[in-house]
């Protein structure tokens, strides 16, 4: 048995965190069964849309992506969808952010050899998700793809007098094809000198630029290109990287995606949802906190304080996001952790409508 000395534990209360550095509120479940859908083990669903990962996708990279995806719908992360209308559409449309092992993968031939729905408006690759860099061109494709799938799956058919796709349709073909320098149903060889919108790729058509020119510019707009090393590296196909620039050089698609109607996003995610989340000293009948203490018997125990007559929920998890622990304990109850192995885990205690969280390092 280890001699266990007096450790007070050390509160982090910005950290209940399923990967270190973020906080991130959400639980691994059992994949939902369909067509295609046998190729995924990890599941994690989001305001009634899926993230769905195959065994390959480290548990803290599937996380994120329900973390960008929650923000993106609930921007001001009140914990609830901004837009009513969008979530029913993407719900009735089973939206769904698949993550493949890679390019190609037999998992994602797989799927869409076999899947029939209409949710799955881009994918992801596990080695193109970073979650210390959220959104970070080169980095971090998360933010995009997700993107696409909730304009695609979502606005575009909600809002098609703002959004359709196709040429001469909506508020969006129209401000594409002048950042574009003019209406061009393919890419051209050569874009007029006054075009920023310049995308290159010519597997692309028109209504694969329009999704991508939205992209651009909410992205924009919230900052996650405003930086030297990302500006010179899109120059090639968008030339406004920060949310002044847009709003100078293109007024049509600026007042588009700012338009309050619309509810689009306009906060950078940044891999971090949780948000009936709160200061652990904001929770009713004083402070609570986890402590290690010395038992000569327990040899991995802690001590819960606060809310002395009152039942709280305790939580812990590990760094991969596991749930490790849960219980129902009064407050200023010993808790006993023998059966869980030494290390860092993340918890969080729930009281009332309140949350503290924090990290716990079992000897």
Not at 21 to 30: H, K, L
Not at 64 to 73: K, N, Q, R, T
Not at 129 to 148: L, N, T
């Amino acid at each position: 048995m280890r001699n266990l000395i007096p450790l007070i534990l050390l509160l982090l209360l910005s950290s209940f965190s399923a990967i270190g550095q973020n906080t991130i509120c959400f639980e691994f479940s059992a994949p939902p069964s369909g067509p295609g859908l046998n190729v995924f083990t990890k599941y994690i669903e989001v305001f009634g849309c899926g993230i769905y990962a195959e065994a390959i996708v480290p548990d803290e990279k599937v996380l994120h992506a329900a973390a960008i995806f929650a923000e993106l719908l609930d921007n001001d992360e009140d914990g609830v969808v901004d837009d009513p209308d969008l979530l029913t559409e993407l719900q009735n449309k089973q939206a769904l952010m698949p993550i493949f092992a890679s390019d190609g993968s037999l998992g994602m031939n797989t799927f869409f050899n076999n899947y029939d729905g209409e949710g799955a408006g881009a994918v992801l690759w596990q080695q193109e998700i970073d979650p210390s860099q959220p959104g970070y061109w080169g980095a971090d494709a998360s933010v995009e793809e997700i993107m696409h799938t909730i304009n695609s799956v979502g606005h575009v058919n909600i809002y098609p007098e703002a959004f359709s796709l196709e040429p001469n349709s909506s508020l969006l073909s129209a401000a594409m094809d002048v950042a574009r320098g003019g209406q061009f149903l393919s890419v051209p060889n050569n874009y007029p000198a006054e075009a920023w919108y310049h995308y290159d790729d010519f597997t692309c058509d028109y209504e694969c630029m329009a999704i991508e020119y939205l992209y651009w510019m909410q992205v924009a707009n919230m900052e996650i290109l405003n930086d030297p090393q990302t500006c010179n590296g899109i120059a090639n196909e968008w030339e406004p990287c920060s949310q002044a620039l847009l709003e100078s050089m293109d007024v049509l698609g600026y007042a588009l995606i700012t338009d309050p109607q619309y509810k689009l996003p306009q906060n950078a995610p940044d891999g971090n949802y949780c948000p009936n989340g709160s200061s652990i000293d904001a929770l009713d009948k004083g402070a609570i906190d986890l402590k290690l203490v010395p038992n000569p018997v327990i040899e991995k125990s802690v001590q819960l304080f606060g809310a002395e007559h009152d039942y709280l929920t305790v939580e812990l998890f590990s760094l991969e996001g596991r749930r490790a622990y849960n219980g129902i304990h009064l407050g200023q109850e010993e808790i006993d952790l023998s059966t869980l192995n030494s290390g860092i885990y993340t918890y969080i205690i729930k009281y009332q409508d309140k949350m503290g969280q924090g990290k716990l390092i079992l000897p």
